[in-house]
C-alpha cells in the first residue's frame, strides 16, 4: 500500500498499458480516476476497482481537447478533492514508410501523444505545485529515445514528450513534485492494430505484457522521498537495445 492516500489521474485507461497501470496503481492503495474516450470501458474499469475495495471515478474525454481535461480536472477535484499522481498514458500510433503517411496522421499522433500531456499537466500541476507535493509521469517509448525506420511521426511526437519531461523536471524538482518517463519497447496490447500492426502477429506474444510495463510505472511512483527515477526503460528479451 506504497500510494495509500494518494490519489491518481490516468489517462488513456480504457485498455492496455492504461488499463494494468490503473489496476497496478489502485492496488498501491490509490484513489484513481480512470480516463477514456471509450465511456463504456472505463466505466467497467472503474466498477471492477471499486468492486475490489478501492475508491475510483470513470471520465470519458478526450484529453486532446481543452474544453475536456477542464472537465476532467473539475470532476476529479470535485469527487477526491485533489490529485497527486498525474500519468500520462494516452498515446496512439501508426507506423509505415514515411512517404505513407499524411498531415491529418500527423495531427492525430502529436494531440493524442503530445498535446495531451501539455494539456492534462497545465491542468493538474499548479496544485500540485501549490502543495509541494505530486508526481507527474509520462508513459514514453524507446521511440523517444532513438529514431526508428517506419516510425518518423510516432518517435518525433515520442522525442517532444521526452523533451517536455526533462524541461518540466528543471522547474518542479527544486518545487516537491517529481517527473518521470516510463519508456518500454514493443508492449502486446491493441495498440496500433491496424496503423502498423496485425492482430495475431506472431512477434507480439514475445513482446511485454502490459501488466510488466504497470510494474514499472509503480516503481517510478514509489521512489523514496529524496529520489526519483525520471527514465525507466524496459525492453522484452526478445528486443535489442
Given amino acids: 500500500m506504497r500510494l495509500a492516500n494518494e490519489v491518481a489521474v490516468i489517462t488513456g485507461a480504457g485498455s492496455g498499458i492504461g488499463r494494468a497501470a490503473a489496476m497496478a496503481i489502485a492496488a498501491e492503495g490509490a484513489a484513481t480516476v480512470v480516463v477514456g474516450r471509450r465511456r463504456e470501458r472505463v466505466e467497467a474499469l472503474a466498477g471492477e476497482l471499486e468492486s475490489s475495495g478501492r475508491e475510483a471515478l470513470a471520465v470519458a474525454a478526450d484529453v486532446s481537447q481543452e474544453d475536456e481535461v477542464a472537465r476532467l480536472h473539475d ?4 469527487r477526491f478533492g485533489r490529485v497527486d499522481i498525474l500519468l500520462n498514458n494516452a498515446g496512439v500510433g501508426k507506423y509505415g514508410p514515411f512517404d505513407s503517411l499524411t498531415a491529418e496522421d500527423y495531427d492525430w499522433m502529436m494531440d493524442t501523444n503530445m498535446r495531451s500531456g501539455f494539456l492534462c499537466t497545465k491542468a493538474f500541476l499548479p496544485a500540485m505545485l501549490e502543495r509541494s507535493h505530486g508526481q507527474v509521469c509520462f508513459l514514453g517509448s524507446v521511440a523517444g529515445l532513438k529514431g526508428l525506420p517506419g516510425e518518423t511521426v510516432y518517435c518525433a511526437t515520442k522525442f517532444a514528450q521526452m523533451g517536455y519531461a526533462q524541461a518540466l523536471d528543471y522547474e518542479t524538482r527544486d518545487r516537491g513534485v517529481k517527473v518521470s518517463v516510463v519508456a518500454p519497447g514493443g508492449v502486446n496490447t491493441e495498440f496500433a492494430l491496424g496503423t502498423g500492426r496485425t492482430a495475431g502477429d506472431p512477434t507480439l506474444e514475445a513482446m511485454l505484457d502490459p501488466e510488466d510495463v504497470a510494474a514499472a510505472v509503480v516503481f ?22
Fill in 220 to 241: 517510478a511512483l514509489t521512489q523514496p522521498e529524496k529520489a526519483r527515477a525520471f527514465l525507466v526503460g524496459l525492453r522484452p528479451m526478445s528486443e535489442p537495445l
Fill in 75 to 78: 470532476a476529479a477535484v470535485a
